[in-house]
């Protein structure tokens, strides 16, 4: 199934916009797992067997596990969701970006080694860089638009003198998503929930592309504001909360824990809806 | 050694301003190895061996690693260029870029697992994004500026209304590493050799950084031009050749004649001096 299709239908089926992060960190978890960097894929699964029927979309952080040698326990926990959330689609969380020649890399290790449905990407260096992954038919790929860290401004919210109307630089990356550079329907956009009035403005230039909006939670984003803002009946959005679902509990009891914060922020998200 | 010292001093000792880039694609490997993924260390150490007294730097990419589940072998690669050529720095071409909390487990990616003495970052998501690596006393981070790519122009040649003087991106980026962002003296500006004026114009904004130039060789930039309008005596130029040196021979002489390859090169750029 295509990715979009895919994200469609978890969607409905979940009756959910919540995108479980995975960002393991083994100082993090519960004490019988504390620092033990070799049970990383087992921390991620649990948390995966506890919300599979909550959310619409799983995004593992490629660096959690690479800081960590632990590329083979990604492998394992991502064919993990395959079989027990088969019907949720994975976007690799890697940021990507890279000429022609190392881009198609790089997608061969999201979409064939990892087995990914989605990947996000940076823009900076241009279509050439984005181009190599659209041609895995039916992948998705997420361009870092208006990004929900401090910097983020530094360079995305620069205005282009140069472009039609003078739109900031994330807006241009919107219209270049929503216009020229999505030539399968494949690409969408990453916008952080910590600008709520920024989400309006991209949903405004890019009305049919997915949506992914991490800053939810531990973050600080307003999950209402973030939905008031980016829903649309047929354009998902990928709410993604990680730290605060991970870590809502440091007991033996963390899945329990991780199930009932993924609940309620499905419940909130879902009130918010227009 | 902090990374910028380590950087002249094998400049001086080898000579040189030429970077071996380690892109391997095992379908180009000569008979004995082709398609081998197995023994993509050995064919780069086997160049390593052939190169070591003829370069400034080794870059190796880690998109040809991963996509054949190889950080393996990145790892014992980079111990092995530690031997046999202590003296040469290893940049890991990454170009990351996220948030804070994840740049921070890339930098331990890159810094503690791979033993990299720099890494190439992207911009994209503004200073907290770059911080992290700054930590790492004495390595080096090199941003990327103006890249080769035929996209490159999409967003780096945009010109900025809202900042002073209203650069384009790129200048905008470099002015950011020459002066704020450059806390300790650890970064550097990526630009692509196929535009030797852009890169006069980077030198003329950042006259004391080390530039790492990519695009030199099978991408068709222009070496003579490159040095002549980024050498300067304090601040290396790091001129970067992949593909040309790597497969400058598909038979069992490819060491050999990625050993005259580099030469040339490196008698080329010599030449070039001022």
Redesign the interface.
Known sequence: MKFLEMLRAAQERNGSMLCVGL?PEPRRFPAALRGDATRIGEFCARIVDATADLVIAYKP?I??F??H?A?DQLERLIAHIRKVAPHVPVILDA?????????E??A??AF??YGADAVTL?????????EPYLKHEGKGAFL?CR?????????????????EG?PL?YE??AR?AQGPWNLNGQLGLVVGATYPNEIERVRAIAPTLPLLIPGVGAQGGDAVATVRAGWRPDAPIVVNSSRAILYASSGDDYAQAARREAEKTRALLASARP
């Open positions: 960002d952080q660096a959690y690479a800081a040698r590329e940021k990507r970006g890279d000429i022609g020649a190392t881009a890399q790089y061969i290790e064939e080694r940076s823009p900076f260096m241009g279509f050439d860089s984005v870092l990004t929900s860290n401090p910097g983020g401004d530094d360079l995305q919210n620069q205005r282009l003198a140069s472009i003078s630089l241009h990356v270049l």
